[in-house]
């Protein structure tokens, strides 16, 4: 090979040999300045003490186990104590109730049956709650419930204690916490039948009648699927519910109509409020729709065979079939213009309404207490109760409305509403309403239009 021709191959070697030395310098500064990063991040951190060279102290000490024995013996030499709790059975008296939280104390028992504040427990209601404390021989050493007494009345606690050989009763307002509840339900057969399966007080269900009974008849109207939205007030100590309160806003949905209305500060009425419809007209009518609560119609105002006489003649009036004794409401406010007994009528109640308008009530089995001529009704007043005094073939109420002293039908006199809210009242009263329309729009089930019962 010519000195040239070497000289062009040692050129290309060296060319290869540069390049690849490029790129392992490249590499190798690299890794260089990774590892000198590293030995400077190894160098600042502190060094870790040696485990070691740490001091290590041993600590004995010799424990003593206790013995068994004398743990039961010192049990069974102490006074024992015991806290039950029970809840009112249907039908319970004192004895099973006090039986059945381990008291064994006849002085006790003997003492709630004569002392006037320990004696509300005897009228408790199946489903309270009440607790005891008591000694190991089943003497007690105290007691304690809650006593609700109608839904106007204030919730109380009964508290009883031994005091050295006696006992002492105290009773103090009991401090509740107001919740706000919203059900619905269905109706299958009955109002209360839908309102059980929904879990709603019967108190609560009773309002629901009360409220609604100038435009739906409870006894008559219902039909199968009509549905209603409730929103009431509940109150609860100590985790139970202890009463059911007010309803704030209901609505029913019944054949094919819908009605609202809701409870709203109305100044001067005695109930401190009232309840209208979203529209802020009065939900109470002048005249109630019925004067019994749950009834049926036996004889309308219309035609008929008269049972006693056997003729054909014009019934002047409305009868309400129901069992002896059921209350007989006042369908309006009025004073008591006739109380006695009056021929086919038997036991009747007249009551002047205002203007040209009366009411008449027959065939009671007596009047309620109070009632006597000039005594002042206002509406739902409980005046009598049903009964088959009189030209009456059975138990019955024989209820007629009259104008100027002549009989009408009253389900096809216009009945007039009560006044409305005031134009001051309706901004703050639509910020309620505005409330309630959207808690039943949460309730409802939706996909369903219903028309609004106009009031």
Known sequence: MSPIDKFKSLNVNTNLLFGASRKTRIISASALFLAACAFGAAGVAPMAPDASNLPVKSVSEQLELPQLSEQVAALS????????????RPGDTLAALLTRLSVDDDAAANFIKSNSTARAILQLKAGKRVQAQTAGNGELDWLSTTVVDGRDNPVKNIFIRREGSGFKAIEAPAALEKRIEMSSGEIRSSLFAATDAAQIPDSVAMQIVEMFSTEIDFASDLQRGDRFNIVYETFWQGGEMVQAGRVIA????????????????EPGSQQGGGYYGFDGKSLKKAFLKSPLEFTRISSGFSMRVHPISGLWKQHKGIDFAAPTGTPIRAAADGVIDFAGTKGGYGNMIVIKHWDSYSTAY???????????RGTKVRQSDVIGYVGATGWATGPHLHYEFRVNEQQRDPFTVNMPNAQP???SELQRFHT??????????????GGKDFQLASR
């Open 421 to 423: 809210l005031t134009a």
């Open 362 to 372: 027959g065939h009671m089995s007596r009047f309620a207490q109070g009632i006597h």
């Open 432 to 445: 309620v309403a505005a409330d309630m329309s959207h808690r039943f729009a949460l309730l409802s089930p």
């Open 250 to 265: 209901a609505e029913f949905r019944n054949g094919g109509k819908t009605y609202q209305t809701v409870w709203f500060d």
């Open 77 to 88: 030499t102490s006074n024992q104590h015991y806290v039950s709790e029970e809840k009112i």
